[in-house]
């Protein structure tokens, strides 16, 4: 009962989230229409999208709600002390073993026999705002169980894994919007950083960037997008959509 009380609570929670960030960003999109990442338009029916990330909302704070309700009862690792240190160390440990955990999880997604579950989240290549917890239930315990499974390990402040999720789902809801408003120096080459440009190039081309904070598994297994860093400068130089060549496309 107690947990169940804890699960409904951080779904509210995630809900809550999910409306108030996807109706901010659409009035902030609608007025610069110069940063629209693809020039065809969004047309995925964004009514399917919500009705579907509600459903899945409910598994991304079940797993949220094991992590911390277990660590809450004393069952997991105890964690260290908060302090001013302990909040970023764990916070940037906890992107970097999440941004593994989703890189090699998505790559399995993708492969023959469990395409199938990750198909209802690539029905868009033109993604949107709604599409980020979009998706079918095994395919978002691919990316979520991470949270229901990391505190047993890592001894982490419950704040800095908060602080993680949140920074996740508003990070992914961005990297779904559809327009590019962070490219700069730091989110590409030699730099490990990524922008909206990133996942929106694995939902209009498939087989590239499939990591979720940081680029380095891509850059690694070969799998970053062959003209990403380019067309992160071509944004970078003109603040507004550059010239952006498909993968196969010589330049
Ligand atoms: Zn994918
Ligand atoms: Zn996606």
Same mark, same amino acid.
């Given at each position: ?13 995630? $809900? ?18 110069? &940063?629209?990442?693809?020039? &065809? ?7 399917? +999208? ?48 999440? +941004? ?19 198909? #209802? ?5 033109? #993604? ?10 095994? +395919? ?24 993680? &999720? ?16 962070? $490219? ?41 997008? #062959? ?9 970078? +130089?003109?603040? $507004?959509? #550059? ?9």
């Amino acid at each position: 009962m107690e947990f169940a009380a804890f699960w409904v609570v951080i779904y509210l929670i995630g $809900a809550t989230i999910m409306f108030v960030v996807c109706l901010g960003l659409i009035q902030i999109n609608q007025r610069h229409p110069e &940063r629209k990442i693809q020039k &065809r338009p969004q047309t995925h029916d964004a009514k399917e +999208d919500i009705l579907s990330s509600l459903k899945q909302i409910a598994v991304t704070a079940f797993c949220l709600s094991v992590g911390l309700f277990s660590q809450w009862k004393g069952w997991t690792i105890a964690p260290v002390d908060l302090s001013w240190w302990s909040f970023p160390l764990f916070f940037i440990v906890s992107l970097v073993l999440h +941004d593994a955990w989703f890189y090699f999880g998505h790559r399995l997604l993708h492969t023959k026999a469990l395409y199938r579950f990750h198909k #209802p989240h690539h029905m868009t290549v033109t #993604p949107s705002v709604w599409s980020n917890d979009a998706g079918s239930t095994v +395919d978002t315990l691919f990316a979520h169980s991470y949270y229901a499974l990391v505190l047993f390990v890592i001894p982490m402040p419950a704040l800095a894994f908060i602080a993680h &999720r949140l920074f996740d789902q508003i990070s992914a809801i961005i990297g779904h919007s559809g327009y590019e408003y962070f $490219a700069g120096p730091t989110s590409r080459k030699p730099f490990p950083g990524i922008c909206t440009t990133y996942h929106d190039q694995h939902h209009s081309e498939f087989v590239y960037n499939y990591a979720n904070y940081f680029s380095w598994w891509d850059r690694i297994f070969g799998t970053i997008h #062959p003209h990403y860093d380019r067309i992160i400068k071509g944004w970078e +130089d003109t603040g $507004a959509r #550059p010239h952006m060549p498909k993968a196969k496309e010589q330049i």
